[in-house]
């Protein structure tokens, strides 16, 4: 699986770095070359030893430690495919978000231009800590890749959110970055995500369950197979690429709108109120006993964005989605009929596990020709992975 690739761990000082033993097995047995650079705290926790023998490699610690004319930091950044920083203590975390390269592990993920996977391992207090939270979404936002933390009894005596994620967890996440491929390099994927969000007035609004979580990775996925990527969004978040957020749907729209004649593809992971308020309230809604028991809203129907585009497009192709609590198959035949659109991915919204706000989805992809493609429940990542490679192939 890892034939020819070349893998940097990063081992810093936690009780969790003896796991990383193991991890380099993993990778070795599955045919990485593996090179070890250990912050010295490290080295209070696993032998230089050991790990040279694990990863058949000379283990890296001192920063001026120079045999070639080509600084270590430099050449072990440059012959690398990916670096793996596990276990990531807060320290190194803070240190790399802000560019701050004080030994060889930090100076090397400085100089390093490709994928950055960061599992993080800690106390609880310091995972929930203000400024390591502020330092994780920074390196979020450049593209690093954090695996989150899990829960439960840590080494420090807590119970809570600390302990290091597990290993198949970072080894299938290694594999999974180092197999993606710039499918999609020149071309621009315009991906929409999140609920819209309709006021009532300045307090109160309607909108829906989704999380943005689908469209995110979507997102995600197609800026690491290469395309510029900008994604609309009704929710906060902070990647390497183009955010534009917006709030209601007729917001949507005009965004949408004003990138869709320089895309490539369009995908419309978003859920969109199909109706919004005729007429917003300006201030805040009283209720009068006696006057108002009950309140009547008057809506009026919102675009349809999703067919909209397709009434317009020429070389773009368009992808929607449907969100079904019910005859899934049925309704996506009818509504990709309605749409117009190239593909239509149909999810069951009625299922706690896929589907809204959850982190896993099931989806099949319906095309215009008729095909139907089931993808088994996986990741909301790996299943939009397969939604990409699929419209690629
Ligand atoms: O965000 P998550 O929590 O991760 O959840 C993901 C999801 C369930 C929201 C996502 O996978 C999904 O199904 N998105 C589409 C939801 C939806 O609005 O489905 P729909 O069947 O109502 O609409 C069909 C398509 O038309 C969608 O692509 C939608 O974006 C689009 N649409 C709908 C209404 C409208 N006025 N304009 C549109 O463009």
């Not at 593996?34 to 209070?44: F, L, Q, R, S």
Request: charged content about 25%; some cysteine.
């Amino acid at each position: 699986m890892l034939k020819g690739k070349c893998i940097l761990v990063g081992i810093t000082g936690g009780i969790a770095a003896y796991k990383i033993c193991e991890l380099i097995r993993m990778y070795k047995k599955n045919g990485a070359d593996v090179k070890v650079i250990c912050t010295p705290n490290a080295m209070n926790f696993v032998t230089k030893l050991t790990l040279q023998n694990l990863s058949q490699n000379e283990v890296y610690v001192q920063e001026f430690d120079v045999k070639e004319w080509k600084p270590e930091h430099i050449s072990l950044a440059d012959e690398a495919d990916i670096m793996v920083i596990a276990p990531a203590t807060a320290n190194t975390i803070s240190k790399i978000a802000q560019g701050i390269a004080d030994n060889l592990l930090t100076s090397v993920a400085c100089a390093f231009s490709k994928k950055i996977i960061i599992a993080p391992a800690m106390n609880c207090n310091m995972w929930n800590n203000e400024t390591v939270q502020e330092n994780i979404k920074k390196l979020q936002s450049k593209g690093v890749e954090i695996l989150e933390p899990e829960s439960g009894f840590l080494a420090c005596g807590y119970l809570g959110k600390g302990r290091l994620c597990s290993l198949e967890k970072i080894f299938n996440e290694t594999v999974e970055a180092l197999s993606y491929s710039q499918k999609l390099a020149g071309k621009k994927v315009v991906i929409t995500s999140g609920g819209t969000i309709e006021d009532i007035d300045p307090v109160r609004y309607i909108s829906n369950y989704s999380s943005g979580k689908m469209g995110f990775a979507l997102a995600n996925v197609a800026k690491e197979m290469g395309a510029e990527v900008v994604l609309i969004t009704t929710k906060p978040f902070e990647a390497p690429y183009k955010i534009v957020k917006v709030k209601s749907a007729l917001d949507m729209q005009k965004a949408v709108e004003d990138e869709f004649e320089t895309s490539d593809i369009v995908i419309m992971a978003a859920a969109v109120a199909d109706y919004r308020v005729k007429n917003q309230a300006e201030q805040k809604m009283k209720k009068v006993a006696g006057v108002n028991e009950t309140l009547t809203l008057e809506l009026v129907q919102n675009p349809d964005i999703l067919k909209c585009l397709c009434e317009k497009k020429i070389h773009q192709l368009v992808v929607g989605f449907c969100a079904e609590s019910e005859n899934l198959l049925e309704n996506a035949k009818e509504k990709i009929a309605k749409k117009g659109c190239d593909y239509l991915i149909a999810n069951d919204i009625s299922r706690s596990d896929i589907g809204f706000s959850s982190d896993d989805n099931e989806v099949t992809i319906l095309e215009k020709s008729g095909k139907i493609e089931k993808l088994e429940k996986a990741s909301k990542k790996v299943i939009a992975r397969k939604i990409l490679e699929y419209i690629y192939e």
